[in-house]
């Protein structure tokens, strides 16, 4: 049974940082590309990044360009979102996704991220 697992989050104040973390388990997490999602309250599930299956390629929503950083280590099966300069915008529920080639698609349970002073 396929599973991720976030997280990390909390409380921080605008300009602080934090770095979520994604367990994951029962597929080939090195074969597959991963991703962020984030919902805030009474909002719809926004992709945030994207990370190849090795890595070498990222892709993020502009409103986290330059301050949000994707990255993975296949050999712990963990995704990382680091994310610094936080805004109270950046305040929502954040996931962890991947999509098989099969098409089966997999999500945590989140990790709730809130910016505010």
């Known amino acids: 049974q396929a599973q991720l697992v976030e997280s990390g989050g909390g409380s921080v104040q605008p300009g602080g940082s934090l770095r979520l973390s994604c367990l994951a388990s029962?597929?080939?997490?090195?074969?597959?590309?991963m991703n962020w999602y984030r919902q805030a309250p009474g909002k719809e599930r926004e992709l945030v990044a994207t990370?190849?299956?090795?890595?070498?390629?990222?892709h993020y929503v502009d409103s986290v360009k330059g301050r949000f950083t994707i990255y993975r280590d296949n050999a712990r099966n963990t995704l990382y979102l680091k994310m610094d300069s936080l805004k109270p915008e950046d305040t929502a529920v954040y996931f962890c996704?991947?999509?098989?080639?099969?098409?089966?698609?997999?999500w945590g349970e989140g990790t709730q991220v809130t910016v505010s002073s």
């Open positions: 996704n991947t999509r098989l080639t099969t098409g089966t698609e997999y």
């Open positions: 029962g597929f080939a997490f090195s074969l597959n590309s």
């Open positions: 990370i190849s299956r090795i890595g070498d390629s990222t």
